[in-house]
């Protein structure tokens, strides 16, 4: 998988990883724990209170059911001894020593009402009250109503909660079963919910076993439908994180002993939680930027690793591509400058050999080119030498003459003071006194023209070009059947080359021996087309591509050969070559 | 690699937590030598067949409550409850059933009404009013067996046994039961009782000592017994009656001398270790025997019941009405150490 990468990349990106991976995990465990350690203190605080809570109850209703134990024993014993007035006088203490307690009054096993520590009327029926009713069904346990108006006595108007137990009293020395009624008012009950503080909108709401409404301390739950109730219905008994009116709350409903009931605490724990959710975006932030940072410093690392390499990489594709540019200067790790220094060395030694190469190359196209250049000469001048002699022979003196001094110009050109690069003027001026000298030699059987754009004048062209060509046009073009041949000579510029044009009117040559004789051309064959080879080379090694040979023919109409080479001015290369 | 990764964290994170498909055992409180024992046998027996781990709500219902909120949160497979406050498991039971976990309660019954709510909650136990006619058996034989001859116990010789009753938490079911059933049983064996005083004790030794002094003062020359609703409070009786000179060893045999005139006959219920110990060295003449082995072995073939769909019937013990399993009392009294009329 890291095989296609940079080292660079690899680098970055294993270190990355590392630190990536080890600070998602600190990150996420960290948070993991702070939630959970909030997460327990919320609900340990929360229990906490809601224990409080609880326990107060506790205490006020085990204060309620010992004073209401109290009574029951008394009962049965004042009963037995039938102190009535004593047992009413015991009731009425208990009343008045108590803050809330309305009123304690023993109803008999008819409903009838026994004692009261109350003077008020007692009302008819008391034995189809539910208070009542339940304390006989269940006899061994404590009765808790759900507040109402008082309804012992008649006319009643105080809101009580009737605690009943069933007790036994003697009545004519039988064992009987009444009901102990004790009323309490509600405002020990709410005075309770009210003393503990439960932060903003926190409320308590109790409920009995049929989940109805003992006592809500908020306003605004107070029947069945509301979202508080519906929450501690959902829970039953326990503790919860819940969000009411955007308010984060834990709830707690516990049960109360001895009075079915159960209290739901509703206790507003958003400073918790904005605090929690304050230090969890501070963790985030932290986190954030020590991926940045690290980041920032796995990019600069690399770099330091790779760029030096990447330099010297760089340099070494320059020199792929053909540039033996200057030396690489790397400063950085002992490895990698040290391989730079190997790598300047070869470079240094693949430049030496190439200079050599070069020089090399260039001595051994001289000396090619010097040859080449020479071995047009004997050659001619054994002909033309043969011509003069037979010329003489014949007393044609003029023509001796005539040829004597073309060849002197021939051969002034032909040395040009051993320049190789001449003017192209005097290269056309060497080919009319090479065609004067050849016209006599070969009995006036062709004649010739020149034909020279002025353009050509001021250009130079490599000498004795145009003589071996026009050679080759003499021999091979006419010398048998033709008996009127014609030479044309055309000199002139086009696409920014000059071009010599050598054109004779022999018996042509097909496709096929245009191809051989480039093929020839082209190599270092000697067997025939000396003169053309002989050209093309000079021209190829003088010139480079820029020069072409290019031959065209009409078999029994003509040959054209020509010259195509670029354009230079006489100033321009004299030392060349 | 994420998935391995999560796993690795999963298990770091929760391998700490691995109560789930336990068992539970929410005792009310574990200074009670009875709940004690009970609680004890239960882990032992129930340990054979499930774990199980034990909670004590040090009597109070609020953090029993927390313990099995805590509990049904943990995927149990049941839960075996001792209420602090039998009327106020209804939500328990409620919750427990929409968790779909099963409930044994054990020793307090709950309200028929609130056992109604599951079809998976029973009680284990034993029927207090039993102890309670047990109890007046053993105190008929105290007094010689003949409700018109009362014996030397009968120290004014009236032929009415005057006795102090030491009842347990007023309200508590078992109290009322046992201290009615005493009284009504030894009425319909014929006995005459006087019940000089009852005296609340909850249960507690500490109490029960506390208060006797008192009692003493005020009855000591009329008692001629003293009835408890449990061992625990009889012993704190008897702690109380050694300080203030009763129990003397007039043959210096290291028990006490039932025939002295010193010696008080006290009875208690539970049949505790410390009880029969001191039932030994004569100072308690009897007690009734709440049988906590069985109990335990009771409640442990009930939950193998539930979780394994064994047959109750296979074990000897019943399943009453579909949720109630009734655990006998026994009467235990050292009979050669009784007295002969």
């Known amino acids: 998988m890291f095989r296609r990468l940079s080292i660079g990349q690899g680098f970055f990106i294993a270190m990355m990883t590392v630190i990536t991976a080890t600070l998602v995990l600190a990150n996420f465990m960290y948070v993991t724990y702070f939630n959970n350690a909030t997460n327990d203190i919320i609900s340990t605080s929360s229990r906490e209170i809601n224990k409080q809570v609880i326990m107060n109850y506790e205490r006020y209703i085990d204060e309620v059911i010992s004073t209401a134990n109290y009574l029951a024993r008394q009962t049965i014993e004042l009963t037995e001894d039938g102190a009535l007035d004593e047992l009413e006088t015991l009731y009425r203490q208990s009343a008045e020593l108590s803050d809330d307690m309305s009123a304690a009054v023993l109803v008999g096993t008819d409903g009838g009402v026994l004692v009261s520590s109350d003077t008020r009327r007692a009302s008819s029926g008391l034995e189809t009250r539910s208070w009542f009713v339940n304390a006989r069904r269940d006899r061994d346990i404590f009765h808790f109503s759900a507040p109402h108006i008082q309804d012992v006595f008649e006319n009643g108007s105080v809101e009580v909660i009737t605690v009943t137990k069933s007790v036994d009293y003697i009545d004519d020395g039988v064992v009987r079963q009444g009901v102990l009624v004790i009323d309490l008012t509600t405002v020990n009950l709410i005075g309770l919910a009210q003393k503990t503080n439960l932060g903003e909108n926190g409320h308590i709401l109790i409920l009995n076993e049929s989940s109805d409404f003992i006592y809500a301390s908020s306003f605004q739950c107070n029947d069945a439908t ?90 070494m594709s320059k020199v792929e591509s053909g540039a033996l540019a200057g030396e690489v200067v790397i400063s950085g790790q002992k490895e990698i400058t040290s391989l730079a220094r190997t790598f300047n060395h070869m470079i240094a030694d693949i430049k030496g050999l190439m200079e050599r190469l070069v020089s090399e190359q260039k ?203 670029p354009l230079r001015k006489e100033t321009e290369d004299e030392e060349t070559a | 690699m994420r998935k391995l990764l999560s796993l690795v964290l999963v298990v770091f994170l929760f391998g700490c937590e691995s109560a789930s498909g336990h068992v539970h055992l929410f005792i009310y409180n574990m200074e009670d030598p009875y709940i004690e024992v009970l609680a004890e046998e239960i882990m032992e027996l129930g340990s054979a067949h499930y774990g199980i781990t034990l909670h004590d709500a040090q009597n109070s219902q609020i953090i029993q409550n927390e313990m099995i909120e805590e509990a049904l949160g943990q995927n149990p497979r049941l839960l075996i409850i001792n209420p602090v406050d039998r009327l106020g498991v209804y939500p328990i039971i409620e919750k427990a059933k929409a968790a779909g976990v099963p409930l044994i309660f054990i020793n307090r019954e709950p309200l028929a009404r609130d056992l ?65 059933y005493v009284v009504d049983e030894l009425g319909r064996l014929g006995y005459r009782l006087d019940v000089l005083t009852t005296e609340i004790a909850d249960w507690n030794r500490e109490v029960a000592y506390l208060a006797t002094p008192a009692l003493v003062d005020a009855y000591g020359e009329s008692v001629e017994v003293f009835m408890s609703n449990n061992d625990a409070m009889a012993l704190g009786i008897i702690d109380a009656l050694i300080e203030l000179g009763y129990f003397a060893d007039l043959d210096e045999n290291l028990n006490v001398d039932q025939t002295s005139s010193t010696w008080m006959p006290v009875l208690g219920i539970d049949g505790i270790e410390q009880a029969v110990s001191r039932m030994q060295s004569g100072h308690l003449y009897a007690t009734v025997l709440n049988d906590a082995l069985a109990q335990a072995e009771a409640t442990v073939e009930l939950s193998k019941t539930i979780l394994f769909g064994s047959i109750l019937g296979d074990s000897g013990y019943e399943l009453v009405d579909g949720r109630y399993v009734w655990v006998d009392y026994k009467k235990f009294v050292l009979d050669d150490e009784m007295p002969e009329n």
């Open chain 1, 363 to 565: 001595e051994k196209r001289k000396s090619e080119f010097l040859a080449l250049q020479t071995q047009i000469n004997p050659h001619f001048l054994y002909n033309t030498l043969d011509s003069i002699v037979w010329l003489a022979e014949n007393n044609r003196n003029a023509e001796v003459i005539e040829m004597v001094i073309a060849l002197s110009h021939f051969f002034r050109i032909s040395i040009s003071r051993g320049k190789n690069i001449i003017s192209a003027e005097d290269e056309l001026k060497h080919a009319n006194h090479y065609l004067s000298i050849q016209k006599i030699r070969y009995n006036r059987t062709f004649d010739y023209s020149l034909s020279i754009s002025p353009e050509v004048k001021g250009h130079t062209v490599v000498k004795l070009v145009l003589q071996p060509i026009i050679e080759n046009a003499i021999h091979h073009g006419m010398i048998s059947d033709h008996e009127s041949g014609q030479i044309d000579i055309r000199a002139y510029v086009k696409e920014g080359r000059l071009v010599f044009e050598v054109e004779n009117n022999g018996y042509g040559i097909t496709e096929d021996k245009i191809k051989e004789i480039r093929g020839s051309m082209t190599q270092e064959s000697k067997a025939n087309g000396f003169g053309l080879r002989n050209v093309y080379q000079r021209l190829k090694l003088y010139y480079g591509e820029e020069a072409d040979v290019i031959i065209t023919s009409e078999v029994d109409e003509m040959t054209n050969v020509k010259l195509v080479m």
């Open chain 1, 226 to 315: 509301c979202e508080s109730k519906t929450v501690v219905d959902d829970i039953i008994l326990g503790g919860r994180s819940v969000v009411l009116d955007d308010d984060h709350m834990y709830v707690n409903v516990n049960t109360l002993k001895h009075t079915r009931w159960r209290i739901a605490t509703f206790i507003n724990v958003n400073t918790v939680v904005a605090s929690r959710q304050e230090l969890t975006y501070v963790q985030y932030g932290i986190f954030t930027g020590a991926i940045i940072v690290s980041l920032m410093l796995g990019i600069v690392l690399s770099n330091s690793i790779t760029k030096p390499i990447s330099t010297l990489k760089d340099h």
């Open chain 2, 116 to 180: 109604a709510i599951s079809d998976q909650a029973f009680y284990v136990g034993a029927r207090a009013e039993q102890s309670g006619i047990l109890q007046a058996e053993l105190v008929a034989q105290l007094f010689g067996g003949d409700p018109q001859a009362l014996n030397m116990h009968d120290k004014n010789g009236d032929n009415i046994i005057q006795a102090i009753i030491f009842k347990g938490e007023q309200g508590h079911q078992d109290a009322e039961l046992r201290t009615t």
